[in-house]
């Protein structure tokens, strides 16, 4: 709802009522939500631009069409969507934000609410390119990939193999006679699984296959295969595809599967920056292996801004909700309350709003610390290669499965009406779990997490220095290995102490139960299988530790921007936040910490002192997150509060209530009430 359609609409008074509550200024929250007045203008600019367009209109609600028809409908808004960035493109006014807004922010998901069949396109077949390419194949595909031209995927998960890609079964083999490799799935658990846009979208992939010349195979590498005729649209000779079927959200993204029989590509189109094969077949190895990650680890760092923003809608739907609801009489003398009003509904939520605060701030510290590395890699210094690798695996397995699991929380928080199609919660819910298996399973990634913090604590036992989010290991090194509990200290920088005492006691046990193993004859992959339980937990405390680190830090450096109204607002999300995380730990903290019963009463004072401070303010927050309605899509998270009237409106939308007595009356159940007369 745009600010001219607000002035024309009447606002349910209770939420009207709160945002006359709110302390600070909800436009100053949302200047700093988008980074500033000038980019918070050129958001609002661009969803106006998008959701105004009557072409971007549905005509029947997604959840009422076909699983064929909403695959339909979510290509005809994609490509018109991409088609207006064209139009921004040749008037100089497109950027990457545009790119960003559309595929992984809150915009795209407005457009098309079950995913964007071109997604992979520009999140993962670009960027692939660009990272595994050499200058002269990006000069060939980049051109023709950015126009979209051509429109491509990524294809690596296989039936049978996904996080472990080491294990895939696709092969490429060279043919020195006629300079070509010829791709194969030997098995049905080679087939590529999952890929989006695969099925229908897609006429090119970046394929991931196992490499094999002169006899020997050289491991995984990328290669550029097409997949159907440009014109007509149809499989190329030897490509077998098609779609997986209907999942539990994401459905409009279009997953394929993708078979191969003996099918020929042109040695040139094996991307050959990080390794490559010459003419004779001889095979020319890459300074690092760990290069061939790059897309995925990308990808990874996107998907904790996306937990941000999935997270941000449902707080919205979930904040705004509770502000109109009223039931449970707190006293019995009185009108029934607003439900916000219930503490037990305000320990639901808030900590709900930190996450999203504290997910955003960590994401934009993982992107610049990705910039940083991708830089450093350019200059041929791999050294915090594995720094980011580790982080980013790590963090996308916890905003992910934190973010999931706050969408639920929300959805029950709104009681049987979170439970409508109508509420957005399913297709929010669908979206964000899918991210706890996408481009990684968690429970791998934690453990891949893992290696890196073995070989760190390895580091710290000789005194060697460390990577700056490992640093602690080694400053905690000697404390843990003595058996010091540190005293507890109820501030954020002392919850972040503790946290990372904890943490370097997970990772020493982690350790020392894998050396244990080995030096009882087990092998080191055996030992690590039987420490993995330790090993996963680890690397999730590490990664809590580094998000309240992330949030506090970065809150330090936006209080200076900030106005002091605003300050303290966020300085109480970012507080709830910590205590919040240091209360749902205290097994932990009790292990490998100093904390008495009278600290964990004072956390629990804090955190009921947080809520009650929080309360006021919490319309006023998730309006800063400025959603606009035809993004949320939600009847009950709606600006205008009008919660009842726009519930009862989409139940209209029904097919069920276009006619007064449906046809399987006479058809089935007439011939049935009839039948023991």
């Known amino acids: 709802m745009t600010s001219q359609e607000r002035k024309n609409v009447k606002i349910n008074p209770d939420i009207q009522n709160e945002r006359r509550k709110c302390t600070f200024l909800i436009e100053d929250f949302a200047e700093f939500w988008n980074g500033g007045k000038e980019k918070l203008a050129e958001k609002r600019w661009r969803e106006d631009y998008f959701l105004n367009d009557p072409q971007m209109k549905s005509e029947v609600p997604m959840e009422y069409l076909s699983h064929k028809e909403k695959y339909e409908e979510a290509i005809r808004k994609s490509t018109i969507s991409f088609r207006k960035i064209r139009e921004l493109r040749s008037q100089g006014k497109d950027g990457i934000d545009d790119y960003m807004a559309l595929l992984s922010g809150n915009l795209g998901s407005g457009l098309t609410p079950d995913g964007n069949p071109f997604g992979l396109h520009y999140v993962m077949f670009l960027p692939t390119l660009m990272g595994q390419a050499t200058p002269e194949q990006q000069a060939e595909w980049m051109g023709r990939a950015w126009a979209c031209n051509i429109i491509g995927t990524y294809a690596q998960t296989e039936l049978g193999h996904g996080t472990f890609i080491r294990g895939l079964e696709t092969t490429a083999t060279y043919d020195p006679k006629t300079q ?16 989006g846009g695969l099925a229908h979208t897609a006429n090119y992939a970046v394929v991931v296959a196992q490499l094999y010349t002169k006899g020997q195979n050289y491991g995984i590498f990328p290669f550029i295969v097409q997949l159907r005729d440009e014109e007509t649209h149809m499989p190329m000779p030897g490509i077998k595809v098609g779609e997986i079927g209907a999942k539990l959200g994401m459905n409009t993204v279009n997953n394929g599967f993708l078979g191969f029989e003996n099918v020929r590509i042109p040695r040139k189109n094996m991307l050959m920056k990080n390794g490559k094969v010459l003419e004779d077949g001889t095979f020319i190895k890459a300074p690092s292996s760990v290069l061939t990650y790059g897309t995925m680890m990308f990808v990874r760092v996107v998907i904790v801004r996306d937990m941000a923003n999935y997270l941000s809608k449902a707080v919205t739907i979930a904040v705004r909700y509770s502000a109109v609801r009223r039931q449970s009489p707190i006293n019995p003398e009185e009108r029934e309350p607003q439900i916000i009003d219930h503490v037990t509904q305000q320990l639901k939520l808030f900590p709900q709003i930190a996450k999203s605060v504290v997910f955003r701030m960590t994401a934009d510290h993982l992107w610049n610390l990705y910039n940083q590395v991708t830089t450093e890699l350019d200059k041929g210094d791999l050294e915090r290669l594995p720094e980011l690798h580790g ?144 090993l996963a937990a680890a690397a999730d405390a590490h990664g809590r530790s580094f998000l309240i680190q992330a949030g506090y830090e970065s809150l330090q450096e936006v209080l200076k921007q900030v106005p002091p109204a605003l300050g303290k607002v966020l300085q109480d999300l970012i507080t709830l936040y910590a205590v919040d995380a240091a209360l749902r730990a205290l097994g932990d903290l009790l292990r490998f910490v100093s904390i008495s019963e009278e600290d964990i009463q004072k956390l629990q004072t804090t955190l009921e002192t947080l809520l009650t401070n929080i309360r006021p303010n919490a319309v006023g927050i998730v309006d800063g997150f400025d959603i606009p309605d035809g993004i949320l899509q939600s009847a009950l998270g709606a600006y205008d509060g009008n919660v009842y009237e726009r519930i009862f409106a989409e139940a209209m939308k029904s097919p069920l209530n276009k006619e007064p007595v449906n046809k399987s009356f006479q058809l089935y159940m007439k011939p049935f009430l009839k039948s023991n007369l």
């Open 391 to 534: 982080m980013a695996c790590c963090l996308k397995a916890i905003t992910t499965s934190d973010a999931a699991a706050a969408v639920e929380i929300c959805r029950l928080a709104c009681g049987g009406h979170g439970y409508m199609s109508c509420s957005s919660f399913p297709i929010t819910y669908g979206l964000t779990t899918a991210a706890c298996t996408y481009e990684g399973e968690n429970t791998v990634l934690l453990l891949q997490t893992a290696r890196y913090l073995m070989k760190s604590w390895a580091s710290a036992k000789i005194g060697e220095p460390l990577a700056p989010t490992v640093a602690y290991l080694g400053r905690n090194y000697k404390s843990t290995v003595q058996g010091i509990r540190p005293k507890w200290e109820g501030s954020i920088p002392g919850i972040i102490s503790a946290f990372q005492t904890c943490a370097a006691g997970k990772v020493k046990i982690a350790f020392d139960h894998v050396e244990k193993r080995k030096s009882e004859g087990i092998s080191h992959e055996n030992a690590t299988n039987l420490t993995s339980i330790e």
């Open 180 to 195: 070509e490799f010829i791709l194969n799935s030997p098995t049905l658990t080679s087939y590529k699984w999952w890929p």
